[in-house]
């Protein structure tokens, strides 16, 4: 019933920008809290940057002033805004959907997650 695509991601040098796209096929798309997690190879899955339902946003400490997380609920899309990037932010990146009905969750934790996209690759040259 839900379905998230991701789009943006690509190769880009140090100190440069990107802007990821999840287009969201949720009916109550505004309900949801949405994510936005990273995956380096070898790692596990880790958070982002999260925004709720009434907009409220957090932010992994290692993205805070470069990254901005918002929405778009009349085109049902989640956007993650990237500056200032960094080889170390070289990750697939992933959104990720929780329906606001569940209630309230640990936004940096992708248990709470349970619909994902498939995934975009970013990669920063040095």
């Known amino acids: 019933q839900v379905q998230l695509v991701e789009s943006g991601g690509g190769s880009v040098q140090a100190g440069g920008s990107l802007r990821l796209s999840c287009a969201a096929s949720?009916?109550?798309?505004?309900?949801?809290?949405m994510g936005w997690f990273r995956q380096f190879p070898g790692k596990a899955r880790e958070g982002v940057a999260g925004i709720d339902s009434d907009g409220s946003t957090a932010y992994a400490d290692s993205v805070k002033g470069r990254f901005t997380i918002s929405r778009d609920n009349a085109k049902n899309t989640l956007y993650l805004q990237m500056n200032f990037l960094k080889p170390e932010d070289t990750a697939t990146y992933y959104c990720?959907?929780?329906?606001?009905?569940?209630?309230?969750?640990?936004?940096?934790?992708?248990?709470?997650?349970?619909?994902w996209g498939q995934g975009t690759q970013v990669t920063v040259s040095s």
């Open positions: 990720a959907a929780r329906d606001g009905l569940l209630g309230p969750g640990s936004w940096h934790y992708s248990v709470n997650y349970p619909y």
């Open positions: 949720i009916y109550t798309y505004s309900r949801y809290y």
